[in-house]
Protein backbone atom coordinates (compact mmCIF):
# COMPACT_ATOMS: atom_id res chain seq x y z
CA UNK A 1 0.00 0.00 0.00
CA UNK A 2 0.96 3.51 0.09
CA UNK A 3 3.23 3.32 3.31
CA UNK A 4 5.95 0.92 1.03
CA UNK A 5 9.01 2.27 0.03
CA UNK A 6 10.14 2.77 -3.35
CA UNK A 7 13.04 1.45 -5.23
CA UNK A 8 15.56 3.62 -6.68
CA UNK A 9 13.53 3.03 -10.44
CA UNK A 10 10.54 4.32 -9.23
CA UNK A 11 8.50 1.16 -9.34
CA UNK A 12 4.75 1.99 -8.48
CA UNK A 13 1.89 -0.42 -6.85
CA UNK A 14 -0.97 -0.40 -8.83
CA UNK A 15 -4.18 -2.17 -8.67
CA UNK A 16 -5.74 -3.41 -12.01
CA UNK A 17 -9.33 -3.33 -12.01
CA UNK A 18 -11.14 -5.34 -15.21
CA UNK A 19 -14.58 -4.03 -13.99
CA UNK A 20 -12.89 -0.44 -15.73
CA UNK A 21 -10.52 -1.94 -18.14
CA UNK A 22 -7.78 0.06 -16.19
CA UNK A 23 -5.20 0.34 -13.82
CA UNK A 24 -5.02 2.39 -10.97
CA UNK A 25 -1.83 4.12 -8.71
CA UNK A 26 -2.47 3.17 -4.86
CA UNK A 27 0.37 4.86 -3.75
CA UNK A 28 1.17 8.66 -2.81
CA UNK A 29 4.47 8.75 -2.14
CA UNK A 30 4.89 8.08 -6.08
CA UNK A 31 6.35 10.99 -8.11
CA UNK A 32 3.62 13.12 -9.62
CA UNK A 33 5.30 13.20 -12.99
CA UNK A 34 5.59 9.61 -13.15
CA UNK A 35 2.23 9.00 -12.48
CA UNK A 36 1.00 11.51 -15.57
CA UNK A 37 2.83 9.25 -17.93
CA UNK A 38 1.24 6.59 -17.06
CA UNK A 39 -2.61 6.95 -15.97
CA UNK A 40 -5.34 9.20 -17.82
CA UNK A 41 -6.82 11.78 -15.45
CA UNK A 42 -10.12 10.81 -14.20
CA UNK A 43 -12.76 12.48 -15.06
CA UNK A 44 -16.60 12.78 -13.99
CA UNK A 45 -17.66 10.61 -16.26
CA UNK A 46 -16.35 7.78 -18.37
CA UNK A 47 -17.44 5.53 -21.18
CA UNK A 48 -16.92 1.87 -20.69
CA UNK A 49 -18.05 -0.61 -23.91
CA UNK A 50 -19.76 2.90 -24.90
CA UNK A 51 -21.60 2.84 -22.34
CA UNK A 52 -21.35 6.45 -20.35
CA UNK A 53 -20.44 6.19 -16.48
CA UNK A 54 -21.88 8.39 -13.78
CA UNK A 55 -20.19 10.59 -11.25
CA UNK A 56 -21.68 8.21 -8.88
CA UNK A 57 -20.59 4.98 -10.27
CA UNK A 58 -17.24 6.01 -10.75
CA UNK A 59 -16.94 7.04 -6.42
CA UNK A 60 -18.47 4.03 -6.11
CA UNK A 61 -15.69 1.82 -7.87
CA UNK A 62 -12.95 3.75 -6.34
CA UNK A 63 -14.45 3.22 -3.05
CA UNK A 64 -14.78 -0.79 -4.05
CA UNK A 65 -10.64 -0.45 -4.75
CA UNK A 66 -10.06 1.30 -1.32
CA UNK A 67 -11.98 -1.14 0.90
CA UNK A 68 -11.40 -4.32 -0.71
CA UNK A 69 -10.15 -6.81 1.76
CA UNK A 70 -9.71 -4.36 4.39
CA UNK A 71 -13.51 -2.93 5.61
CA UNK A 72 -16.90 -3.52 5.97
CA UNK A 73 -20.09 -1.60 6.80
CA UNK A 74 -22.74 -1.65 8.87
CA UNK A 75 -26.42 -1.97 7.78
CA UNK A 76 -28.58 1.04 8.48
CA UNK A 77 -25.71 2.92 10.59
CA UNK A 78 -23.26 2.78 7.70
CA UNK A 79 -20.24 2.55 10.59
CA UNK A 80 -17.00 1.64 8.96
CA UNK A 81 -15.13 -1.18 10.31
CA UNK A 82 -11.56 -1.87 9.83
CA UNK A 83 -10.16 -5.66 9.32
CA UNK A 84 -7.49 -6.58 12.14
CA UNK A 85 -7.58 -10.19 11.68
CA UNK A 86 -9.42 -12.77 9.57
CA UNK A 87 -12.30 -13.29 12.09
CA UNK A 88 -11.97 -9.84 13.95
CA UNK A 89 -13.08 -5.81 12.70
CA UNK A 90 -12.73 -2.70 15.00
CA UNK A 91 -14.83 0.11 14.52
CA UNK A 92 -12.88 2.83 12.27
CA UNK A 93 -15.23 5.14 11.48
CA UNK A 94 -18.43 5.90 13.50
CA UNK A 95 -20.08 8.13 10.84
CA UNK A 96 -19.25 7.40 7.05
CA UNK A 97 -19.41 11.13 6.03
CA UNK A 98 -15.71 11.30 7.56
CA UNK A 99 -14.74 7.99 5.78
CA UNK A 100 -16.16 9.52 2.46
CA UNK A 101 -13.85 12.36 2.97
CA UNK A 102 -10.70 10.83 4.14
CA UNK A 103 -10.48 8.71 1.39
CA UNK A 104 -11.54 11.26 -1.24
CA UNK A 105 -9.39 13.73 0.02
CA UNK A 106 -7.74 14.19 -3.42
CA UNK A 107 -10.04 13.18 -5.46
CA UNK A 108 -11.10 15.62 -8.03
CA UNK A 109 -13.91 13.89 -9.18
CA UNK A 110 -15.67 13.82 -5.78
CA UNK A 111 -14.62 17.54 -5.22
CA UNK A 112 -16.92 18.21 -8.21
CA UNK A 113 -19.98 16.01 -7.14
CA UNK A 114 -23.16 17.55 -6.32
CA UNK A 115 -24.59 17.27 -3.09
CA UNK A 116 -27.51 14.93 -4.34
CA UNK A 117 -23.67 13.28 -5.70
CA UNK A 118 -22.98 12.59 -1.87
CA UNK A 119 -26.35 11.67 -0.76
CA UNK A 120 -26.94 8.86 -2.64
CA UNK A 121 -23.26 7.68 -2.06
CA UNK A 122 -24.38 8.17 1.80
CA UNK A 123 -27.40 6.14 0.77
CA UNK A 124 -25.53 3.56 -0.89
CA UNK A 125 -22.74 2.91 2.25
CA UNK A 126 -25.90 2.69 4.88
CA UNK A 127 -28.23 0.69 2.93
CA UNK A 128 -27.45 -1.23 -0.20
CA UNK A 129 -25.84 -4.32 -0.49
CA UNK A 130 -22.50 -5.11 -3.26
CA UNK A 131 -20.43 -8.21 -3.03
CA UNK A 132 -17.24 -6.23 -3.00
CA UNK A 133 -18.45 -4.38 -0.31
CA UNK A 134 -19.83 -6.48 2.49
CA UNK A 135 -22.03 -5.56 5.71
CA UNK A 136 -20.68 -6.83 8.39
CA UNK A 137 -22.59 -9.25 10.38
CA UNK A 138 -21.05 -10.64 13.77
CA UNK A 139 -21.82 -14.32 14.76
CA UNK A 140 -22.42 -14.22 18.47
CA UNK A 141 -21.67 -17.26 18.94
CA UNK A 142 -18.04 -16.82 19.01
CA UNK A 143 -15.40 -15.03 20.67
CA UNK A 144 -12.08 -14.51 19.48
CA UNK A 145 -8.84 -14.66 20.92
CA UNK A 146 -5.08 -14.01 19.50
CA UNK A 147 -4.59 -17.72 18.64
CA UNK A 148 -8.36 -18.37 17.82
CA UNK A 149 -11.46 -18.44 18.50
CA UNK A 150 -13.86 -19.90 21.07
CA UNK A 151 -17.41 -21.32 19.95
CA UNK A 152 -19.83 -20.45 22.31
CA UNK A 153 -22.37 -22.93 20.72
CA UNK A 154 -20.41 -25.86 21.50
CA UNK A 155 -18.09 -24.61 24.44
CA UNK A 156 -15.24 -25.77 22.10
CA UNK A 157 -11.58 -23.73 21.00
CA UNK A 158 -11.10 -23.35 17.39
CA UNK A 159 -7.34 -22.44 16.41
CA UNK A 160 -7.05 -19.81 14.01
CA UNK A 161 -5.84 -23.14 11.14
CA UNK A 162 -8.51 -24.66 11.29
CA UNK A 163 -10.97 -21.83 10.80
CA UNK A 164 -13.31 -23.55 8.01
CA UNK A 165 -15.29 -20.53 7.44
CA UNK A 166 -15.17 -16.85 7.29
CA UNK A 167 -16.46 -15.86 10.98
CA UNK A 168 -16.96 -12.23 12.68
CA UNK A 169 -16.30 -12.52 16.15
CA UNK A 170 -18.94 -10.30 18.59
CA UNK A 171 -15.91 -9.93 20.50
CA UNK A 172 -11.87 -10.02 20.77
CA UNK A 173 -10.09 -10.54 23.38
CA UNK A 174 -6.07 -9.85 23.09
CA UNK A 175 -5.00 -12.44 24.88
CA UNK A 176 -3.92 -16.19 24.45
CA UNK A 177 -6.58 -18.60 24.74
CA UNK A 178 -5.48 -21.21 27.16
CA UNK A 179 -6.86 -23.01 30.32
CA UNK A 180 -4.78 -22.73 33.41
CA UNK A 181 -5.63 -22.86 37.14
CA UNK A 182 -7.62 -20.35 38.76
CA UNK A 183 -6.74 -19.19 42.01
CA UNK A 184 -7.98 -15.63 41.93
CA UNK A 185 -11.25 -16.96 40.87
CA UNK A 186 -11.65 -19.81 43.44
CA UNK A 187 -10.39 -17.75 45.91
CA UNK A 188 -13.14 -15.15 44.99
CA UNK A 189 -15.96 -17.63 45.12
CA UNK A 190 -14.85 -19.90 47.18
CA UNK A 191 -15.21 -16.95 50.20
CA UNK A 192 -18.94 -16.78 49.45
CA UNK A 193 -19.97 -19.84 48.55
CA UNK A 194 -19.84 -23.80 48.61
CA UNK A 195 -18.18 -26.22 45.41
CA UNK A 196 -21.61 -27.63 44.88
CA UNK A 197 -22.94 -24.17 44.57
CA UNK A 198 -20.24 -22.56 42.79
CA UNK A 199 -20.92 -25.56 39.73
CA UNK A 200 -24.39 -23.82 39.56
CA UNK A 201 -23.50 -20.49 39.09
CA UNK A 202 -21.07 -21.25 36.32
CA UNK A 203 -24.32 -22.71 35.16
CA UNK A 204 -25.95 -19.50 35.57
CA UNK A 205 -23.58 -17.85 34.07
CA UNK A 206 -22.98 -19.69 31.39
CA UNK A 207 -26.77 -19.45 30.12
CA UNK A 208 -26.12 -16.02 30.07
CA UNK A 209 -23.65 -15.55 27.54
CA UNK A 210 -25.63 -16.16 24.52
CA UNK A 211 -29.42 -15.82 23.28
CA UNK A 212 -31.56 -18.70 25.31
CA UNK A 213 -32.67 -21.65 23.70
CA UNK A 214 -33.47 -24.16 26.84
CA UNK A 215 -37.02 -24.09 28.62
CA UNK A 216 -35.80 -23.43 32.37
CA UNK A 217 -37.12 -19.60 32.32
CA UNK A 218 -35.74 -17.79 35.19
CA UNK A 219 -33.26 -14.84 35.35
CA UNK A 220 -30.43 -14.23 37.78
CA UNK A 221 -30.48 -11.83 40.53
CA UNK A 222 -27.05 -11.02 42.44
CA UNK A 223 -27.79 -9.90 45.55
CA UNK A 224 -26.19 -8.39 48.59
CA UNK A 225 -24.32 -5.31 50.32
CA UNK A 226 -22.00 -3.18 49.20
CA UNK A 227 -18.34 -4.31 49.24
CA UNK A 228 -20.17 -8.10 48.91
CA UNK A 229 -17.86 -8.66 45.85
CA UNK A 230 -21.70 -8.91 43.96
CA UNK A 231 -20.75 -6.47 40.94
CA UNK A 232 -17.37 -7.97 40.22
CA UNK A 233 -19.43 -11.02 38.81
CA UNK A 234 -21.58 -8.50 37.04
CA UNK A 235 -18.34 -7.12 35.13
CA UNK A 236 -16.78 -10.64 34.30
CA UNK A 237 -20.14 -11.52 32.72
CA UNK A 238 -20.04 -8.24 30.61
CA UNK A 239 -16.64 -8.46 29.76
CA UNK A 240 -17.72 -11.68 27.26
CA UNK A 241 -19.73 -8.78 25.50
CA UNK A 242 -18.97 -5.06 23.51
CA UNK A 243 -20.93 -2.52 25.05
CA UNK A 244 -23.10 -2.35 22.30
CA UNK A 245 -24.56 -5.27 22.81
CA UNK A 246 -25.66 -5.13 26.09
CA UNK A 247 -29.07 -3.27 26.96
CA UNK A 248 -28.93 -0.82 30.31
CA UNK A 249 -31.72 -1.44 32.49
CA UNK A 250 -31.57 1.72 34.68
CA UNK A 251 -34.41 4.56 36.39
CA UNK A 252 -33.88 6.33 33.38
CA UNK A 253 -35.78 3.14 31.27
CA UNK A 254 -38.65 4.47 29.04
CA UNK A 255 -41.27 2.13 29.60
CA UNK A 256 -43.61 3.46 26.84
CA UNK A 257 -41.73 1.05 24.34
CA UNK A 258 -41.38 -1.12 26.73
CA UNK A 259 -39.13 -4.01 25.96
CA UNK A 260 -39.03 -3.15 22.45
CA UNK A 261 -35.52 -1.12 22.24
CA UNK A 262 -33.88 -4.63 24.14
CA UNK A 263 -34.79 -6.75 20.89
CA UNK A 264 -31.25 -5.87 19.18
CA UNK A 265 -29.49 -6.50 21.92
CA UNK A 266 -27.41 -9.97 23.33
CA UNK A 267 -27.74 -9.06 27.19
CA UNK A 268 -29.95 -7.03 29.40
CA UNK A 269 -27.67 -5.92 32.30
CA UNK A 270 -29.69 -4.17 36.07
CA UNK A 271 -26.20 -2.65 37.26
CA UNK A 272 -28.19 -0.74 40.23
CA UNK A 273 -31.86 -1.61 40.09
CA UNK A 274 -34.01 1.34 41.21
CA UNK A 275 -35.54 1.48 44.57
CA UNK A 276 -39.12 1.68 42.53
CA UNK A 277 -38.96 -0.65 40.16
CA UNK A 278 -42.35 -1.37 39.31
CA UNK A 279 -42.74 2.07 37.84
CA UNK A 280 -39.37 1.71 36.42
CA UNK A 281 -40.60 -1.31 34.38
CA UNK A 282 -43.81 -3.00 34.29
CA UNK A 283 -44.31 -6.34 36.08
CA UNK A 284 -46.26 -7.68 32.49
CA UNK A 285 -42.97 -6.57 31.13
CA UNK A 286 -40.84 -7.94 34.20
CA UNK A 287 -42.33 -11.21 34.17
CA UNK A 288 -42.00 -11.72 30.32
CA UNK A 289 -38.07 -10.92 30.04
CA UNK A 290 -37.61 -14.53 32.00
CA UNK A 291 -39.91 -16.45 29.43
CA UNK A 292 -38.96 -17.68 25.63
CA UNK A 293 -42.60 -16.22 24.82
CA UNK A 294 -43.03 -12.32 26.18
CA UNK A 295 -44.84 -9.38 25.13
CA UNK A 296 -44.24 -5.87 25.62
CA UNK A 297 -45.74 -2.44 25.65
CA UNK A 298 -44.72 -2.75 21.87
CA UNK A 299 -45.29 -6.24 21.76
CA UNK A 300 -42.20 -8.44 21.59
CA UNK A 301 -42.37 -11.79 20.44
CA UNK A 302 -40.27 -14.55 21.47
CA UNK A 303 -38.36 -13.48 24.44
CA UNK A 304 -34.58 -14.92 24.14
CA UNK A 305 -32.61 -12.09 25.68
CA UNK A 306 -31.07 -13.34 28.71
CA UNK A 307 -31.29 -10.79 31.99
CA UNK A 308 -28.87 -10.35 34.94
CA UNK A 309 -29.85 -7.66 37.67
CA UNK A 310 -27.54 -6.76 40.31
CA UNK A 311 -29.11 -4.36 43.78
CA UNK A 312 -28.90 -4.39 47.57
CA UNK A 313 -32.54 -4.90 47.79
CA UNK A 314 -35.39 -6.92 45.75
CA UNK A 315 -38.06 -5.82 43.50
CA UNK A 316 -40.92 -3.84 44.87
CA UNK A 317 -43.69 -6.04 42.35
CA UNK A 318 -46.67 -7.38 44.43
CA UNK A 319 -46.38 -11.02 44.01
CA UNK A 320 -49.47 -12.92 45.78
CA UNK A 321 -49.39 -15.51 43.03
CA UNK A 322 -45.43 -15.87 43.31
CA UNK A 323 -44.82 -15.67 39.40
CA UNK A 324 -41.70 -13.46 39.91
CA UNK A 325 -40.45 -15.79 42.62
CA UNK A 326 -40.25 -19.10 41.13
CA UNK A 327 -38.36 -17.16 37.99
CA UNK A 328 -35.63 -15.17 40.07
CA UNK A 329 -32.89 -17.27 40.91
CA UNK A 330 -31.11 -15.17 43.52
CA UNK A 331 -26.87 -15.47 44.31
CA UNK A 332 -26.60 -14.12 47.51
CA UNK A 333 -23.22 -12.55 48.49
CA UNK A 334 -24.18 -12.81 52.66
CA UNK A 335 -20.33 -11.77 53.51
CA UNK A 336 -18.64 -8.73 52.91
CA UNK A 337 -15.42 -8.36 52.61
CA UNK A 338 -12.97 -6.90 55.05
CA UNK A 339 -10.87 -3.48 54.02
CA UNK A 340 -7.40 -6.13 55.36
CA UNK A 341 -8.66 -8.70 52.50
CA UNK A 342 -9.78 -6.47 49.73
CA UNK A 343 -7.74 -7.07 46.38
CA UNK A 344 -8.44 -4.26 44.31
CA UNK A 345 -6.72 -5.49 41.75
CA UNK A 346 -9.04 -8.95 41.18
CA UNK A 347 -10.87 -7.83 38.37
CA UNK A 348 -8.34 -7.43 36.02
CA UNK A 349 -5.84 -10.44 37.69
CA UNK A 350 -9.32 -12.92 36.71
CA UNK A 351 -9.59 -10.81 33.01
CA UNK A 352 -5.57 -10.86 32.53
CA UNK A 353 -5.17 -14.54 33.71
CA UNK A 354 -8.01 -16.47 34.03
CA UNK A 355 -10.91 -15.23 31.29
CA UNK A 356 -10.72 -18.05 29.34
CA UNK A 357 -10.78 -20.72 31.92
CA UNK A 358 -14.01 -19.19 33.39
CA UNK A 359 -15.64 -18.55 30.15
CA UNK A 360 -15.25 -22.16 29.38
CA UNK A 361 -16.18 -23.59 33.11
CA UNK A 362 -19.29 -21.32 32.66
CA UNK A 363 -20.34 -23.14 28.95
CA UNK A 364 -19.10 -26.08 29.27
CA UNK A 365 -21.06 -26.20 32.76
CA UNK A 366 -24.35 -25.24 31.40
CA UNK A 367 -23.93 -27.77 28.58
CA UNK A 368 -23.68 -30.55 30.91
CA UNK A 369 -27.13 -29.45 33.18
CA UNK A 370 -28.69 -29.12 30.22
CA UNK A 371 -28.05 -32.72 28.76
CA UNK A 372 -28.84 -33.88 32.74
CA UNK A 373 -31.59 -31.97 33.59
CA UNK A 374 -33.59 -30.84 30.09
CA UNK A 375 -37.55 -30.69 31.10
CA UNK A 376 -37.29 -30.33 34.47
CA UNK A 377 -37.94 -27.24 36.71
CA UNK A 378 -34.69 -25.32 38.00
CA UNK A 379 -36.15 -26.13 41.77
CA UNK A 380 -35.51 -29.97 41.07
CA UNK A 381 -32.14 -29.38 40.32
CA UNK A 382 -30.65 -26.57 41.99
CA UNK A 383 -28.30 -26.69 45.30
CA UNK A 384 -30.87 -26.20 48.43
CA UNK A 385 -29.12 -23.02 49.43
CA UNK A 386 -31.02 -21.10 46.02
CA UNK A 387 -33.87 -22.36 47.20
CA UNK A 388 -34.14 -20.67 50.82
CA UNK A 389 -32.92 -17.53 48.81
CA UNK A 390 -35.98 -17.67 46.80
CA UNK A 391 -37.42 -17.56 50.27
CA UNK A 392 -35.73 -14.87 50.99
CA UNK A 393 -37.27 -12.72 48.04
CA UNK A 394 -40.49 -14.71 48.38
CA UNK A 395 -40.67 -12.78 51.58
CA UNK A 396 -39.38 -9.40 50.75
CA UNK A 397 -41.84 -9.27 48.39
CA UNK A 398 -44.81 -11.13 49.44
CA UNK A 399 -46.50 -10.05 52.82
CA UNK A 400 -48.51 -13.59 53.26
CA UNK A 401 -45.72 -15.17 53.25
CA UNK A 402 -43.81 -12.75 55.27
CA UNK A 403 -46.36 -13.24 57.91
CA UNK A 404 -46.54 -16.85 57.76
CA UNK A 405 -42.36 -17.20 58.03
CA UNK A 406 -42.56 -15.29 60.80
CA UNK A 407 -45.63 -15.54 62.89
CA UNK A 408 -46.77 -19.03 62.27
CA UNK A 409 -45.19 -22.10 63.75
CA UNK A 410 -45.89 -26.08 63.27
CA UNK A 411 -48.36 -27.63 65.80
CA UNK A 412 -49.59 -30.98 64.28
CA UNK A 413 -53.30 -31.28 64.34
CA UNK A 414 -54.44 -27.70 65.32
CA UNK A 415 -56.34 -25.75 63.65
CA UNK A 416 -57.09 -21.70 63.03
CA UNK A 417 -59.62 -20.69 61.25
CA UNK A 418 -58.88 -18.38 58.25
CA UNK A 419 -60.99 -15.51 59.21
CA UNK A 420 -59.24 -15.33 63.13
CA UNK A 421 -55.65 -15.61 61.14
CA UNK A 422 -56.73 -12.62 58.63
CA UNK A 423 -57.01 -10.76 61.62
CA UNK A 424 -53.98 -11.55 63.31
CA UNK A 425 -52.48 -10.70 59.61
CA UNK A 426 -54.03 -7.24 59.40
CA UNK A 427 -52.78 -6.36 62.76
CA UNK A 428 -49.17 -7.41 61.49
CA UNK A 429 -49.36 -5.64 58.13
CA UNK A 430 -50.81 -2.84 60.36
CA UNK A 431 -47.70 -2.49 62.73
CA UNK A 432 -45.61 -3.18 59.91
CA UNK A 433 -47.09 -0.63 57.37
CA UNK A 434 -49.77 1.57 58.76
CA UNK A 435 -53.49 1.24 58.71
CA UNK A 436 -53.88 2.28 55.12
CA UNK A 437 -51.88 -0.42 53.51
CA UNK A 438 -53.67 -3.07 56.30
CA UNK A 439 -57.07 -2.28 54.71
CA UNK A 440 -55.84 -2.99 51.20
CA UNK A 441 -54.06 -6.34 51.99
CA UNK A 442 -56.02 -9.75 51.86
CA UNK A 443 -54.14 -13.28 53.52
CA UNK A 444 -53.07 -14.93 50.60
CA UNK A 445 -53.68 -19.09 51.92
CA UNK A 446 -51.82 -20.29 49.20
CA UNK A 447 -48.25 -18.44 50.27
CA UNK A 448 -49.45 -19.40 53.74
CA UNK A 449 -48.75 -23.02 52.66
CA UNK A 450 -45.27 -21.91 50.95
CA UNK A 451 -43.93 -21.17 54.39
CA UNK A 452 -44.05 -24.49 55.49
CA UNK A 453 -44.64 -27.80 53.62
CA UNK A 454 -47.05 -29.50 56.71
CA UNK A 455 -49.24 -26.10 56.57
CA UNK A 456 -52.55 -26.92 55.34
CA UNK A 457 -55.65 -25.33 54.26
CA UNK A 458 -58.85 -26.73 54.17
CA UNK A 459 -62.14 -25.83 52.58
CA UNK A 460 -64.75 -27.71 53.05
CA UNK A 461 -69.08 -28.28 52.63
CA UNK A 462 -70.43 -28.06 55.92
CA UNK A 463 -74.24 -29.31 56.67
CA UNK A 464 -76.15 -26.27 57.93
CA UNK A 465 -77.86 -28.69 60.73
CA UNK A 466 -75.93 -31.22 61.77
CA UNK A 467 -72.51 -29.09 61.73
CA UNK A 468 -70.88 -32.25 60.27
CA UNK A 469 -69.15 -32.73 56.67
CA UNK A 470 -72.05 -31.87 53.84
CA UNK A 471 -72.42 -35.23 52.50
CA UNK A 472 -75.73 -37.61 51.36
CA UNK A 473 -77.41 -38.76 54.26
CA UNK A 474 -74.98 -36.81 57.33
CA UNK A 475 -78.51 -36.59 58.95
CA UNK A 476 -82.25 -36.28 58.68
CA UNK A 477 -82.56 -32.98 57.59
CA UNK A 478 -79.89 -33.33 54.88
CA UNK A 479 -80.66 -31.38 51.82
CA UNK A 480 -78.63 -30.35 48.98
CA UNK A 481 -78.37 -26.88 49.16
CA UNK A 482 -78.25 -26.86 53.15
CA UNK A 483 -74.50 -25.65 53.20
CA UNK A 484 -72.31 -23.58 54.35
CA UNK A 485 -68.23 -23.25 53.51
CA UNK A 486 -65.55 -23.61 56.51
CA UNK A 487 -62.09 -22.39 55.76
CA UNK A 488 -59.47 -23.26 58.20
CA UNK A 489 -55.86 -23.81 58.73
CA UNK A 490 -54.38 -26.98 59.68
CA UNK A 491 -50.81 -27.52 61.95
CA UNK A 492 -50.66 -23.91 62.83
CA UNK A 493 -50.10 -22.22 65.73
CA UNK A 494 -49.15 -18.16 66.46
CA UNK A 495 -45.66 -18.25 68.01
CA UNK A 496 -45.07 -16.50 71.35
CA UNK A 497 -43.44 -13.55 69.09
CA UNK A 498 -46.44 -12.74 67.40
CA UNK A 499 -47.17 -9.08 67.73
CA UNK A 500 -50.81 -8.23 66.73
CA UNK A 501 -53.15 -5.64 68.50
CA UNK A 502 -55.93 -7.37 69.17
CA UNK A 503 -54.47 -10.70 70.53
CA UNK A 504 -50.57 -10.10 71.35
CA UNK A 505 -48.54 -8.38 73.28
CA UNK A 506 -44.29 -8.23 73.10
CA UNK A 507 -42.70 -7.59 76.01
CA UNK A 508 -38.81 -7.35 76.20
CA UNK A 509 -37.65 -7.53 80.30
CA UNK A 510 -34.04 -7.44 80.15
CA UNK A 511 -32.53 -9.61 83.35
CA UNK A 512 -28.84 -9.04 84.94
CA UNK A 513 -26.99 -12.44 85.18
CA UNK A 514 -23.74 -12.37 87.09
CA UNK A 515 -21.14 -15.11 85.35
CA UNK A 516 -18.09 -13.21 85.87
CA UNK A 517 -19.17 -10.30 84.35
CA UNK A 518 -22.82 -8.32 83.94
CA UNK A 519 -24.65 -8.75 80.62
CA UNK A 520 -27.91 -8.17 79.50
CA UNK A 521 -30.48 -11.30 78.34
CA UNK A 522 -33.66 -10.61 76.72
CA UNK A 523 -36.52 -12.59 77.18
CA UNK A 524 -40.13 -12.42 76.02
CA UNK A 525 -43.31 -13.56 78.03
CA UNK A 526 -46.68 -13.61 76.64
CA UNK A 527 -49.53 -15.61 75.76
CA UNK A 528 -49.83 -17.50 72.25
CA UNK A 529 -53.13 -18.26 72.40
CA UNK A 530 -55.16 -15.67 74.75
CA UNK A 531 -54.76 -12.09 76.12
CA UNK A 532 -51.31 -10.81 77.99
CA UNK A 533 -50.48 -12.60 81.30
CA UNK A 534 -47.79 -11.22 83.61
CA UNK A 535 -45.59 -14.12 84.18
Known sequence: MCDRKHDNDNTL????????????WRCAKADTALKSKLFYKRESSASVDGQKKSQLDLLKEEIFDIVSDKYKREFGTGVIYEKQLDYYYTRKYDDPKVFINEIFYNNK???????????????FI?????????????????????NGVYELSTA??????????????????????????????????????????????????GRLLTKLTDRFDFMVMLYGEGGSGKSLLMKLVKFAFVDSQVGILSDTFQDKFGLFEFVPKQMVSCDDMPYNMAKTLPRSDFLSMMTLKGKGSIEVQDWDIPSLWNSNHFPNYTDKTCEIVRRVMTINFEKTVSKA????????????????????????????YCDKYSGKDIEMFCPQIFIENRDILRGD??????????????????????????????????ERF??????????????????DERFKYVEENICRSCRKQHIAGCCPDYE???????????????????????????????????????????????DALGPFRDH
Request: charged share 30%.
Open 480 to 526: RTNKSKRRYFKNIRIIPLAVTANYYKKVIIRVYFSQGENFLQPYVFC
Open 397 to 430: INNSYQFAKEQLTYAENEIFSKSDLTKAYKAYIK
Open 13 to 24: LISINKRKLIAT
Open 109 to 123: CYHSCTKKTFEDLLY
Open 156 to 205: KYIPTEALSKNIQVRKYIDQEFEIRETPYLDGYLRYQFEEDDIDFIYFMI
Open 434 to 451: GPKQAAKETLNAHNVELA
Open 341 to 368: DKNTNLESDIIDNEYATFLHRCRSKYFE
Open 126 to 146: KNMAHPDFEFIKLDYDYIGFK
